[in-house]
């Protein structure tokens, strides 16, 4: 019984100076260096590069199915802007809110999606991209059109709600 007492607090003080070491590690300042690996921004000369046009679709309180975009058959609330792939979610909720009155109001959520076609089956896919609010700051408001894997020809689709409590 005293020899498995004695393993097992050996076993004990082996293992705590390496954790004295890691947790020695973790509260040291990092360099820029040894920094952890980010995504490099992706920036456009907006004076350089020609724009590029976004076909927005939106819609109130949800989003539009896949298959209303098939075989050439569009939505009929769509807005048509020009901008650059380095745009964020953000800059075209402002865009969306100037053309639509209903929009602005107090409390409203934007929903975005990227409508892409399907090469294997030939029909449209819808990917959800991102939540925007216009009052709150969130992850989704500096993701731009590149980091969602947006490709010349996809369209853009917007649901536009109230949040709980809220009605249109």
């Given at each position: 019984m005293?020899?498995?007492r004695r393993r097992s607090r050996s076993r004990s003080r082996s293992r705590s100076p390496m954790r004295r070491v890691d947790r020695e590690?973790?509260?040291?300042?990092?360099?820029?260096?040894?920094?952890?690996?980010?995504?490099?921004?992706?920036?456009?000369?907006?004076?350089?590069?020609?724009?590029?046009?976004?076909?927005?679709?939106?819609n109130y309180g949800r989003h539009h199915r896949p298959d209303e975009f098939f075989r050439g058959g569009l939505p009929s609330n769509e807005l048509q802007i020009y901008t650059?792939?380095?745009?964020?979610?953000?800059?075209?909720?402002?865009?969306?809110?100037?053309v639509n009155p209903d929009a602005q109001r107090r409390g409203t959520v934007f929903s975005f999606a990227v409508v892409f076609p399907c090469r294997q089956r030939g029909v449209y896919r819808m990917k959800e991209v991102g939540t925007v609010?216009?009052?709150?700051?969130?992850?989704?408001?500096s993701l731009t059109l590149e980091a969602t894997k947006f490709q010349i020809g996809d369209y853009l689709d917007v649901a536009i709600s109230?949040?709980?409590g809220q009605n249109y």
């Open positions: 005293a020899d498995r590690r973790d509260r040291r300042p990092r360099d820029e260096k040894s920094s952890e690996i980010t995504m490099p921004v992706f920036t456009v000369d907006r004076e350089k590069t020609c724009p590029l046009l976004l076909r927005v679709f939106f650059w792939k380095d745009a964020t979610l953000r800059e075209l909720m402002t865009l969306v809110k100037e609010e216009p009052a709150r700051k969130s992850v989704s408001d109230q949040q709980r």
